[in-house]
């Protein structure tokens, strides 16, 4: 065999031995798509996305779409071709594995995180709604989830009302982190609650729970590598009391970002008239109870699902507004928002054709 003719033959050989590697040899990244884009005014697989009882609710039209982002699962282990591929196509993202599953959470903790993330901004979607609409809503600090094998085990459960922490009101759910901290490891705290159950009763009767409970509780060393912080084990959080009944229905979708596309769709139920005049809107953004519109990941992906399903305008948090407009799809519009009012406002510009009023995002932000 002459030598060229045997060169190439060993060089293809070793190419497709490389190739066939590659299909096998795992990488430390995962993979960010488009994903699903559902109607917050629609229904998603037979029933209404937005379900209100109890007060009058108005017909809309258009759409007020929440995205969302396909990821690959926590376990799965991307290959080399897959990894290549991904970061040739226009529509995908090949990220470190870690960016989406940090501190080596598996599938099932990221799935739970997801859906208590979810949960809150269904919650904050309705109080900032009905806030905008000068609707009253009851709200008190309560223990959210507590810590296996810490000091508030046992004392404390999720779902008790925190009124004080030895002996200051709570207002906010950091108030409580702070007044624990005041501690040294070891020392006692002192929490005044209403126990859950007792709540549970109190709401039923449409009734305030007024009897409390001292609970004491030795505070144990944080887990940080620093300096040790005086830690019970709990998380703190907010819970509320509608005038009405607001159920979101919407299965397998998880994490924060669809909080602001939920609370325009509950006003624009509450609301005569149609809130988009008839267009296609698409949006993301976490919301919190007094409005505020907060940063997502992937807002690069879900401009382009919103795009695939029709949107013409996309209403984007402010500070993901740079990395959205750096490659915005053709024929979608950019719009930055940072609170509630701002969405309620571009809503109107476009529902009216003052599209030249519109604060668009640009590469700057």
């Known amino acids: 065999m002459p030598r060229r003719t045997a060169t190439m033959l ?11 590697a590659g299909v096998f040899l795992p990488v430390p990244y995962s993979e960010m798509s488009p994903g699903p884009t559902v109607n917050t005014l629609g229904e998603h697989e037979g029933e209404p996305v937005l379900q209100i009882s109890g007060h009058k609710t108005y017909p809309t039209d258009g759409h007020l779409n929440m995205t969302t982002v396909r990821v690959t699962s926590a376990d799965y282990r991307m290959n080399l071709v897959e990894a290549v591929y991904g970061w040739l196509a226009h529509d995908n993202r090949v990220v470190p594995h870690d960016t989406l599953y940090p501190d080596g959470k598996t599938e099932q903790q990221s799935t739970q995180e997801n859906a208590e993330e979810f949960s809150q901004s269904q919650e904050s979607a309705k109080v900032a709604a009905l806030k905008e609409l000068g609707v009253p809503v009851r709200s008190w600090v309560i223990v959210s989830t507590v810590i296996k094998d810490t000091p508030a085990q046992g004392k404390l459960h999720a779902g008790d009302v925190i009124k004080a922490v030895d002996g200051t009101a709570i207002k906010q759910p950091t108030d409580v ?12 705290v002192v929490f005044t609650i209403v126990p859950a159950k007792d709540q549970a009763t109190a709401e039923k009767q449409h009734t305030t729970a007024t009897a409390t409970k001292d609970i004491t509780i030795t505070t144990a060393p944080s887990q940080d590598s620093g300096a040790k912080r005086a830690i019970v084990g709990i998380s703190a959080g907010t819970d509320h009391t509608f005038p009405f009944t607001i159920d979101i229905k919407l299965a397998d979708v998880g994490g924060p970002s669809a909080g602001l596309m939920f609370a325009l769709g509950i006003y624009d139920k509450l609301t005569p008239g149609s809130l988009t005049g008839g267009k296609f809107v698409a949006g993301t953004g976490t919301i919190d109870d007094d409005g505020k519109v907060g940063p997502i990941g992937g807002v690069e992906m879900k401009t382009v699902g919103a795009r695939n399903k029709g949107a013409q305008y996309f209403l984007t948090p402010a500070d993901n507004c740079a990395a959205a407009a750096k490659d915005s799809p053709d024929g979608l519009t950019l719009v930055k928002v940072n609170t509630i009012g701002d969405a309620l406002s571009a809503l109107q510009d476009i529902r009216t054709g003052k599209t030249a009023d519109l604060p668009k995002c640009t590469t700057k932000g």
């Open 10 to 20: 060993a060089s293809t050989l070793m190419l497709i031995a490389l190739l066939c």
């Open 177 to 188: 982190a702070k007044l624990v901290t005041k501690h040294k490891p070891g020392q006692d």
